[in-house]
């Protein structure tokens, strides 16, 4: 087993790290976006400093990939500034999603863990057989249809950045040429590629986004030769939809506008950096762990958060959004992540076609967060297969 159990005493809260040794503490800027609901007496009586809730967390890669972990990571961290030491925190990185993550949540439990949230889709079935197994503990899974009595499962609708990110980057492409690196052709991953790419044509028509898949959450060496081999065919703008940052820095290296994806990426290419779209788990977690210490959280819940719910946003623009991006099509953008935030605008409003033509989402009609969780097909536009 890859994890392994490190544990350290920080401010009366217990972090343990796995894979890749101890972690350096990061800062978070998202505890103050979400609120749970009522801890206070109530909570108080069963959890404190000296007994305090016991809730792990399992990553399918290092807290330091500077991508879908790193932001999970900060979500953690939201969290231990938010309750303290009412909270002991663990997490463990690296975990396969495999059988031998069931071995992980089996010694989770054994070490008192009241709470697992498992982070990638991969763990479904090890989690929803630990719930089975384990009724006393809860269990919430992130990205799956699963859900009991002490089982719930949670996904943000990232796809709604994507589209504003999308914006950007068409904007930002002189020749309409765009490139993606991404992970697995899965349902959300398609719903994010889609999205991007109608975001870049409500912007440049004739945009075309050309997607290569890694078929790997994470591997730089991969990656960076991906990126490279789209600047060869081409692209004069790069999109990263990657756990890493192989991409954004290959953009930089060709001092070529880039899109980033999960967290703020900009570090890794300053002078190219566009923007991206983020994950921000912080509100969830506060907003579950806070049931929890109030004595009323309940499992078969089927939570989709979006930019309404602050679980996702566009992430700061950089330099080249300035220089590239008009300022007609910076006002559009703004315009649209007002109507987000405020639920009155569905980026997957019909018509949109497929690569065949066909028409999946017919005019006057319009895709609910759910349905883009069962996509099987990329829109017009899009090059490359929704297969590996």
């Given amino acids: 087993m890859r994890a392994f159990r490190f544990r350290t005493l920080l401010l009366g809260i217990v972090v343990v790290a796995a894979a890749c040794g101890s972690s350096k503490s990061s800062s978070s800027d ?12 109530a909570a108080s009586s069963l959890y404190s400093a000296s007994k305090p809730l016991k809730v792990a967390f399992i990553m399918n890669g290092p807290v330091t990939d500077q991508g879908f972990n790193t932001a999970v990571y900060k979500g953690i961290k939201a969290v231990q500034e938010k309750y303290g030491s009412t909270v002991a925190v663990t997490y463990k990185e690296s975990v396969p999603e495999s059988p031998q993550s069931s071995q992980v949540i089996d010694s989770l439990v054994q070490d008192g863990m009241e709470a697992i949230f498992a982070n990638s889709f991969g763990y479904h079935t090890y989690m929803a057989a630990a719930a089975a197994k384990y009724p006393n ?50 349902s959300s991953l398609l719903a994010q590629v889609n999205s991007f790419q109608l975001g870049a044509q409500a912007v440049n028509p004739g945009a075309t986004t050309r997607v290569v898949w890694l078929n790997s959450w994470y591997d730089p060496g991969k990656a960076t030769q991906a990126a490279q081999s789209l600047v060869s065919s081409g692209v004069d703008t790069l999109v990263n939809a990657l756990n890493e940052s192989s991409v954004v820095q290959v953009a930089a290296s060709h001092d070529l506008p880039v899109v980033g994806q ?20 912080g509100p969830y977690f506060i907003k579950q762990i806070g049931d929890m210490l109030a004595g009323k959280w309940q499992g078969n819940q089927n939570y989709i958060g979006g930019t309404s719910d602050g679980v996702t ?4 623009f950089g330099p080249r959004y300035d220089k590239a991006v008009p300022a007609d099509i910076q006002q559009k953008i703004k315009d649209r992540q007002t109507q ?17 033509g066909t028409v ?27 297969g590996s």
């Fill in 262 to 281: 999960a967290v703020n990426q900009q570090t890794f290419g300053p002078n190219s950096w566009l923007t991206g779209a983020e994950f921000i788990f």
């Fill in 137 to 186: 503990v809860k269990f919430l899974q992130w990205q799956s249809s699963e859900v009991g009595p002490n089982l719930s499962e949670f996904y943000f609708t990232v796809d709604e950045s994507w589209y504003l990110a999308g914006m950007a980057g068409g904007a930002a492409s002189k020749s309409g040429k765009i490139g993606m690196v991404a992970s697995f052709p899965i």
């Fill in 313 to 316: 946003a566009i992430s700061a």
């Fill in 360 to 386: 999946q989402v017919p005019a006057g009609k319009d895709l609910s967060a759910a349905d883009r969780r069962s996509i099987k097909y990329l829109v017009k536009g899009v090059l490359g297969t929704a």
């Fill in 340 to 356: 987000m935030k405020s639920g009155s605008f569905n980026p997957w409003q019909g018509p949109i076609a497929d690569q065949s």
């Fill in 30 to 41: 998202n505890s103050s976006k979400s609120s749970p609901s009522t801890t206070g007496q």
